[in-house]
């Protein structure tokens, strides 16, 4: 059974950096798709940012564009997000993603089957 744990949350300042780290371990990822989400107080889920399955293509929705970064180690099955000029509205709790059948990045949450436990964000002004 697939486990993925995230970690690398916390509280900044607004314009501060963070690094969100994923880590998989029960089953290899090099062929899946994988990516993060984020969950607001009183909000639904929404996606941030994914990866293709060799770390090629990288698609991201238009508020973190410029600011986040994704990328993958797949000999190592770790997935970051580095998040820099950070905004008091990207405060949620952070899920790491894994698709279980697609490679391509996407940004579909229906699409992914694994999900970590999440970590908290939060950025103050």
């Known amino acids: 059974q697939l486990q993925l744990v995230e970690s690398g949350g916390g509280s900044v300042q607004a314009q501060e950096s963070l690094r969100l780290s994923c880590v998989a371990s029960g089953r290899t990822l090099s062929t899946s798709a994988m990516g993060w989400f984020r969950q607001a107080p009183g909000k639904e889920r929404e996606f941030v940012a994914s990866i293709n399955w060799s770390g090629s293509v990288t698609l991201y929705t238009d508020s973190v564009k410029g600011r986040f970064t994704i990328s993958r180690d797949r000999a190592q099955n770790t997935l970051a997000l580095q998040m820099d000029s950070l905004r008091p509205e990207d405060t949620a709790v952070y899920y790491c993603?894994?698709?279980?059948?697609?490679?391509?990045?996407?940004?579909?949450?229906?699409?992914?089957?694994?999900w970590g436990q999440g970590t908290q964000v939060t950025v103050s002004s």
């Open positions: 993603a894994a698709t279980h059948f697609w490679s391509a990045a996407n940004a579909s949450i229906q699409l992914y089957d694994y």
